[in-house]
């Protein structure tokens, strides 16, 4: 849109009163249409990575606590792993099968190799929880770049939008509140998409990477029993 179609819009709006959020849209420039139509696309994927990312969180939590309760129950764990290698595992029933199926491999492959055992069973645990946490901090990232780069791709479409504004007050020669205030706001209405994509974007992204944490630490923990469980078979069996 030119300055001078600019002006007879601005005007017309005026006149007319107020502005929606469409028309604000409608009314832009085409570079601001862009910038638009890119925030919003941004803020759509990011809320459906939230809810993806909540869903998925909540399962490795509850799986946990479901292992958890399973391990300390006093269930033989040769039993425990037939049960779970059955089927498909998540979180810390990934490590536990992961460990003893190289506990098995090591065992029955090899007695006298006794001494290396820990360490490879420590290395297939310590491979499966980046694993297991690599898919959950899967998309994180895009939340972090939207948080950090939407206010600006907003600023950016405010200022062209200002800039065109100010074109458009010059050709018309016509300074007064009807005519600079539609133009305005529709530059600002970019700021507003950028900060609607980037609060939810910043505000999750540092919720999940909390859970994040909570949840290595669960596995490193577990690990850590696992292997002084390992440590104390290997002195039984030398």
């Not at 290698?85 to 190289?102: D, W």
């Not at 509140?177 to 305005?184: S, T």
């Not at 507003?192 to 994509?197: D, R, Y």
Request: net charge positive; aromatic share 10%.
């Amino acid at each position: 849109m030119n300055p001078t179609d600019l002006v007879k819009v601005q005007m017309t709006a005026g006149n007319h009163g107020g502005f929606s959020f469409i028309e604000l849209f409608l009314q832009a420039n085409i570079v601001v249409k862009c910038v638009m139509v890119g925030l919003l696309l941004a803020s759509v994927w990011s809320w459906a990575i939230i809810i993806e990312k909540q869903f998925a969180f909540r399962r490795a939590r509850r799986e946990a606590d479901r292992f958890e309760q399973m391990f300390w129950s006093g269930q033989s764990l040769d039993e425990l792993y037939t049960g779970l290698s059955r089927g498909q595992t998540f979180s810390m029933a990934s490590l536990f099968v992961a460990a003893m199926r190289e506990w098995k491999r090591s065992v029955e492959g090899n007695v006298r190799a006794l001494g290396g055992i820990q360490l490879r069973v420590e290395k297939v645990m310590d491979v499966t929880i980046n694993r297991e946490m690599e898919t959950l901090d899967r998309r994180l990232l895009f939340l972090a770049n939207v948080a950090s780069a939407a206010p600006f791709i907003g600023l950016f479409g405010t200022v062209i939008g200002i800039m065109t504004t100010f074109q458009a007050i010059a050709t018309s020669k016509n300074t007064s509140l009807a005519v600079v205030a539609p133009g305005i706001s529709e530059a600002l209405f970019a700021t507003a998409i950028g900060l609607l994509a980037a609060i939810p974007a910043q505000i999750f992204y540092n919720h999940f990477t909390a859970k994040s944490s909570q949840i290595s630490q669960r596995l490193e923990a577990f690990a850590d029993e696992f292997s002084a469980i390992v440590s104390r078979q290997i002195d039984v069996r030398t």
